[in-house]
């Protein structure tokens, strides 16, 4: 079960509802950053990444609204980890994802997250790796 406390739930939605509602472009950021740091996960991406980047963004909803409610999170990634081996991830790649993701947070260009929120994130992200990690592993074996 993943739950966070509620002042840390409260950062992640403000932060998240203020990225979405601005229109931030979160996704693309997030994915101009990943390919220049690490061009080697390039291949498991389609193409045209106008759906995946709109999946990205849901996928983050979803992982904080699902905070709330016991085991919401962890169903929805032990799902995205299955899902995701059918792609040619490996339990290694969820590091630097993570890595990759804090870093466009603190760098996206209007969005001001403010130190609290991206230790939110952090501990969020670190928590979610683990998981993903170890259900990846699982699903492997």
């Not at 490996?90 to 997250?113: F, I, N, Q």
Request: aromatic share 8%.
């Amino acid at each position: 079960m993943i739950m966070v406390p509620p002042k840390q739930f409260r950062l992640l939605d403000r932060s998240l509802r203020r990225v979405v509602d601005a229109r931030l472009p979160l996704a693309t950021h997030f994915y101009g950053r990943l390919f220049a740091a690490h061009p080697a996960l390039r291949p498991l991406f389609p193409t045209d990444l106008t759906a995946q980047q709109r999946k990205f963004e849901d996928m983050l909803v979803v992982l904080v609204s699902g905070l709330t409610v016991p085991d919401g999170v962890a169903g929805a990634l032990r799902q995205l980890a299955v899902s995701h081996i059918g792609y040619g991830a490996k339990p290694e790649h969820y590091p630097v994802v993570a890595e990759v993701l804090m870093d466009s947070l603190r760098t996206l260009p209007g969005a001001g997250l403010l130190p609290e929120e991206l230790g939110a994130w952090s501990g969020l992200l670190d928590t979610m790796v683990y998981v993903l990690v170890e259900e990846t592993r699982a699903a492997m074996t």
